[in-house]
């Protein structure tokens, strides 16, 4: 049987768009600063976030490659959701927020580390993406859907972003 | 309101001003009150919300023109 509901919040973090990790990222922070319990766990677009900028190491598929091209490497590189324009739209973004004093997602996601948040990253995905462990930082389980039920079955607060 | 220690959040935006108060509220010994100004107009909401989440008095609010000083007395 699943644990007791406990203080705690799992956020399935699905989309790999700027927008919406800062908003899973305030709110793990926020209530990590809070005293709550907090799993993240990312999947499929999501994984992107997690994923150092330098890129793919080693041999992959043509498909595997094409993946890793494709795709953002790491937080800083991430489009928006909406006004995107080829990245034109992500960069002002990001300009408007240091004007505002709006922390950065790198700095975001350090923050939460450093509160206490765990990380953790869909096998699946990285498989179907050929993403290897190596080319991810900062994760500290490796896991799949029944890791995520007995995490959210103990949740209070459980959202998919 | 007189505080034994001050925390700086001015500037910045939420989550910013209940991380910091989390963080120094830590290293504070129950009873004692601290400060935290900060210029967040959603920190108006937040500091009693973070207060009543995590069982810590909320003393109350000052306004000091341009920014908000909240007084918290660490009770956990």
Redesign the interface.
């Known amino acids: 049987m699943a644990g007791d509901v406990r203080d705690k919040v799992s956020i399935i973090c699905f989309s790999g768009d700027l927008d919406k990790a800062l908003a899973a990222f305030n709110i793990a922070t926020g209530a990590a600063a809070s005293g709550m319990e907090v799993t993240m766990f990312f999947t499929f677009w999501g994984i992107s976030m997690l994923k150092k900028p330098t890129g793919r190491k080693g041999a992959a598929s043509l498909l595997g490659r094409m993946f890793d091209f494709m795709l953002p490497k790491g937080p800083a590189k991430l489009p928006i959701s909406k006004m995107n324009v080829c990245g034109i739209g992500a960069a002002l973004m990001r300009r408007q927020m240091r004007n505002k004093k709006v922390q950065a997602l790198p700095e975001l996601i350090q923050m939460a580390r450093e509160l206490g948040v765990k990380i953790v990253a869909c096998s699946m995905s990285m498989d179907v993406m050929e993403i290897p462990r190596e080319d991810l930082v900062g994760v500290d389980e490796f896991a799949g859907v029944a890791s995520f039920l007995r995490e959210a079955s103990e949740s209070r607060v459980t959202l998919f972003i | 309101m007189k505080a034994d220690e001050v925390v700086d959040a001015r ?6 001003p ?2 910091k ?3 120094k509220i830590k290293a504070l010994e129950a009873g004692k009150v601290l400060e935290l100004d900060a210029d967040d107009e959603g920190a108006k909401a937040d500091i009693p919300a ?1 207060c009543g ?2 069982g810590n008095e909320y003393l109350g609010m000052e306004d000091a023109g341009g920014f908000y000083r909240f007084f918290v007395r660490k009770t956990t």
Do not use: A, F
């Open positions: 500037g910045l935006l939420c989550p910013m209940i991380v108060l989390s963080q973070w989440k995590t």
